[in-house]
């Protein structure tokens, strides 16, 4: 028996949506369909490919694999809410820097998974590849930065650059 929409209040990017979903309605179809975030993209709507990453409180998830109505009262960040007063994130400076991107259908995903990832390195977060959990500051490697950014494809092939950009954020020499 179909549930009937509802209100549901989606904080995004710094501002109230009040949008008339279904429960059944996933936070990424919510952004794209209802709310008219189109930056957000759909890759495989199975959680395989990460172009629907988004932030909510700062951590990254996959739009595609959570339910919009479970997201009320969270602040939740799309790619159209990481810059600031009309300048570029420092990782999509980086990104523009460094090529990191082709046909850029990936790269909202991307930024906001880099985005996630480097606060999370900050933070001391380790991941499966970190050789030494106890090293402090702990290294930023290339193999780091591909197991953590390993659940966003491209099928470009951006793969280097990308770890370029985020390496040079790290760095601070982007
Ligand atoms: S669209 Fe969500 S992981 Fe592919
Ligand atoms: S830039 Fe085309 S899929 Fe990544």
Known sequence: MPVPARPVT???NGRAYTLHLEPR???LDALREYAGLMGTKKGCDRGQCGACTVLVEGRRINACLTLAVMHEGEA???VEGLARNNALSPIQQAFVKHDAFQCGYCT???LCSA????DEFRAGAA???TANVRLRPPQLSDDEIRERMSGN???CGAYPNIVAAVRAVNDGTA
């Open 153 to 155: 494809l491209c099928r």
């Open 108 to 110: 909202p995903g991307q």
């Open 115 to 118: 985005t996630a990832l480097l």
């Open 76 to 78: 939740i960040t799309t």
């Open 10 to 12: 989606l904080n995004v």
């Open 25 to 27: 309605v996933t936070l």
């Open 127 to 129: 991941s499966t590849v």
